[in-house]
């Protein structure tokens, strides 16, 4: 029999728990900012990873945005806006503030509102076949321009008849930023957390930064939906995706600062000249059309981190319980040099109870259990 003893399966416990108190607590003293990630469990979902975590860094990678410049140099064309028209960030005639490049600094700062949030999550939309393929599938633009301004500027401009047959007018942006597993299907969610224990309704929670970036190069004309494109603008197709991104982030999860950014390249286009690169990304997709369609990223510095954290101050708790079935193993792996003093432990709880407070949820969400004052003892 290799099933590992009951006592055997007590002492993983107590060490697995308290190395993941230590881990946390010297993340959370050493590191600028911390970025939660699950571990890939097959080939195509370390691709996927990937792909994702090359697009959310994009802003502060990409070559400074200059028209004249990328034409004469064959760039693809690019846009990054910072917080949106919803709070007075003006730039020009652009209804968001923009920025030519941005530093790793800058991009980090716009991800840290305030000291003591440093830890991050990853969301991403999943390729997925029926989803993203097929004649009957809704464009993203469709996804990106529900309930923001420019598709209410375009219904303004229809004509009356035309104007009744769709969705009430008063559908708030960001839709596209719920998950896509637990969201009903009139949500239309399109993102799924790349990060653990990130669960649950989105909006319930506070937003304190969030970084949308997107790698889509698209010549097709802007939706609304299947029927008829918005009329034409002035305003490029970069301007609209950072626009839409700006909106469905800004309105509905009201972050205290925001950023989005397009690149105007698909994966497949960056690896068109073949090799290595190339060849990694057709075996990975296969089918599916993720080299060329769009890859979407957001970074969010939130309070859906509290759950994870619960999770973690939990299981060093359950270890120094005066009086718990562990006491007797963590005094042992003390004694022999394999865990630190006990003294030392109590300063791990401390830090996990620190940063857990730091990223509970507003009360009132149904996300805080007002049951739960065992856990400050």
Same mark, same amino acid.
């Given at each position: 029999?290799?099933?590992?003893?009951?006592?055997?399966?007590?002492?993983?416990?107590?060490?697995?728990?308290?190395?993941?108190g230590?881990?946390?607590?010297?993340?959370?003293?050493?590191a600028?900012?911390?970025l939660?990630?699950?571990?890939?469990?097959?080939?195509?979902e370390?691709?996927?990873?990937?792909?994702?975590?090359e697009?959310a860094?994009?802003?502060?990678?990409?070559?400074p945005?200059?028209?004249?410049?990328?034409?004469?140099?064959?760039?693809?064309? *690019?846009?990054?806006?910072?917080? %949106?028209y919803?709070?007075?960030?003006? %730039?020009?005639?652009?209804?968001?503030?923009?920025?030519?490049?941005?530093?790793?600094?800058?991009y980090?700062?716009?991800?840290?509102? *305030?000291?003591?949030?440093?830890?991050?999550?990853?969301?991403?939309?999943?390729p997925?076949?029926?989803?993203?393929?097929?004649?009957?599938?809704r464009?993203?633009?469709?996804?990106?321009?529900?309930?923001?301004?420019?598709?209410?500027?375009?219904?303004?401009?229809?004509?009356?008849?035309?104007?009744g047959?769709?969705?009430?007018?008063?559908?708030?942006?960001?839709?596209?930023?719920?998950?896509?597993?637990?969201?009903?299907?009139?949500?239309?969610?399109?993102?799924?957390?790349?990060?653990?224990?990130?669960?649950?309704?989105?909006?319930?929670?506070?937003?304190?930064?969030?970084?949308?970036?997107?790698?889509?190069?698209?010549?097709?004309?802007?939706?609304?939906?299947?029927r008829?494109?918005?009329?034409?603008?002035?305003?490029?197709?970069?301007?609209?995706?950072?626009?839409?991104?700006?909106?469905?982030?800004?309105?509905?999860?009201?972050?205290?600062?925001?950023?989005?950014?397009?690149?105007?390249?698909?994966?497949?286009?960056?690896?068109?000249?073949?090799?290595?690169a190339?060849?990694?990304?057709?075996?990975?997709?296969?089918?599916?059309?993720?080299?060329?369609?769009?890859?979407?990223?957001?970074?969010?510095?939130?309070?859906?981190?509290?759950?994870q954290?619960?999770?973690?101050?939990?299981?060093?708790?359950?270890?120094?319980k005066?009086?718990?079935?562990?006491?007797?193993?963590?005094?042992?792996?003390?004694?022999?040099?394999?865990?630190?003093?006990?003294?030392?432990?109590?300063?791990?709880?401390?830090?996990?109870?620190?940063?857990?407070?730091?990223?509970?949820?507003?009360?009132?969400?149904?996300?805080?259990?007002?049951?739960?004052?065992?856990?400050?003892?």
């Open positions: 029999r290799n099933d590992p003893s009951w006592r055997t399966q007590g002492i993983e416990r107590v060490r697995h728990d308290l190395q993941v230590l881990k946390w607590q010297d993340y959370l003293q050493e600028h900012m911390v939660t990630l699950q571990t890939p469990q097959t080939f195509g370390s691709a996927i990873l990937a792909a994702a975590l697009t860094t994009l802003s502060y990678r990409m070559t945005s200059n028209n004249n410049h990328q034409k004469k140099s064959n760039l693809p064309s *690019s846009r990054i806006g910072l917080n %949106s919803y709070y007075g960030s003006l %730039s020009g005639e652009s209804p968001f503030g923009t920025a030519s490049s941005l530093s790793l600094s800058e980090l700062s716009n991800l840290q509102p *305030s000291p003591g949030l440093s830890v991050l999550e990853l969301d991403a939309m999943i997925q076949a029926k989803a993203l393929a097929g004649s009957t599938a464009p993203l633009s469709s996804h990106l321009l529900e309930g923001t301004s420019l598709e209410r500027d375009h219904r303004m401009r229809e004509q009356p008849r035309q104007a047959v769709h969705r009430p007018r008063d559908i708030l942006p960001g839709s596209w930023m719920l998950n896509a597993s637990s969201s009903p299907p009139s949500n239309q969610g399109l993102l799924t957390s790349l990060s653990p224990d990130r669960v649950g309704d989105r909006s319930k929670h506070t937003h304190f930064a969030l970084s949308g970036a997107l790698r889509y190069e698209n010549h097709q004309p802007w939706k609304t939906d299947h008829a494109p918005p009329s034409s603008s002035s305003s490029s197709s970069s301007d609209k995706y950072v626009d839409c991104l700006l909106q469905g982030m800004g309105i509905r999860y009201r972050p205290e600062s925001s950023l989005a950014v397009h690149l105007d390249q698909g994966l497949s286009t960056l690896t068109r000249s073949g090799g290595p190339g060849s990694y990304w057709k075996h990975v997709w296969k089918n599916l059309p993720a080299p060329d369609g769009p890859v979407l990223s957001v970074v969010g510095n939130t309070t859906r981190f509290y759950t954290a619960c999770h973690m101050g939990e299981g060093v708790k359950h270890v120094l005066p009086m718990g079935s562990s006491k007797g193993y963590l005094n042992r792996d003390v004694i022999n040099g394999i865990l630190p003093e006990v003294d030392d432990c109590h300063n791990v709880l401390s830090s996990l109870y620190n940063v857990r407070d730091r990223y509970e949820p507003p009360r009132g969400s149904g996300l805080v259990d007002d049951e739960d004052e065992a856990f400050y003892e």
